[in-house]
């Protein structure tokens, strides 16, 4: 098996890497708490996984590993959190505009992050994602690592919020441990886990 290929995505994929992760996440709780609506579930976190990767795009990095049937077997979408991090022009109405009636549920979830994330300077893991059949092979924990060296060399922290206890577990392999508080929870008790990385 040939060594997955790791690359930057381009502008014109954004919307591409947001549809990959909505099917990626699919089973998520969280997801479910956000569009309870099951045949708007994809679409709509679809839009809104885009609209964060646009702006990772611009202020930190979004890479993929291409699936060798078209698309993306994996992808990861990190926020450079070293300086302030500025809120893209039209955000809240575009937000707005395609959660729809959901839209509470979104407002949620974004006061849940902002009361809970470090102050201290890092980058931001936001998102990987690794389409169901390709799960377990280790593509995660590449787009990680790529990233990770980097980090490495500048003495720079990372940070994320794991959604599930395996990923904990993945997470912990990479070097992240538990942070105080560790979960956060969604009104409905969806669960997240902070955890933090420190510069090799």
Do not use: C
Not at 39 to 60: H, I, P, Q
Not at 67 to 92: I, K, M, N, Q
Not at 160 to 175: C, F, I, S, W
């Amino acid at each position: 098996m040939s060594e997955p290929v790791i690359r930057r995505a381009r502008r014109d994929e954004i919307p591409a890497v947001g549809a990959h992760i909505s099917h990626s996440f699919d089973d998520l709780a969280a997801d479910a708490y956000l569009v309870p609506v099951p045949t708007d579930r994809k679409r709509v976190m679809g839009e809104f996984f885009a609209l964060e990767s646009e702006t990772a795009f611009a202020y930190g990095r979004v890479e993929v590993i291409d699936h060798e049937d078209g698309g993306y077997a994996a992808a990861a979408v990190w926020f450079d959190r070293v300086g302030e991090l500025p809120e893209p022009d039209g955000y809240s109405d575009r937000l707005t505009a395609l959660a729809g009636e959901h839209v509470d549920r979104f407002g949620a979830l974004g006061e849940l992050f902002e009361k809970n994330h470090p102050t201290e300077q890092h980058w931001h893991l936001a998102f990987l994602a690794v389409r169901p059949g390709e799960q377990g092979h280790g593509l995660g924990g590449r787009l990680m690592d790529n990233v990770h060296r980097d980090l490495d060399e500048r003495g720079v922290d990372a940070y994320l919020e794991a959604t599930n206890p395996n990923n904990v577990r993945l997470y912990k392999r990479h070097g992240y441990a538990e942070m105080d508080p560790f979960e956060i929870y969604l009104p409905d008790g969806t669960p997240f886990y902070r955890m933090w990385r420190r510069a090799a």
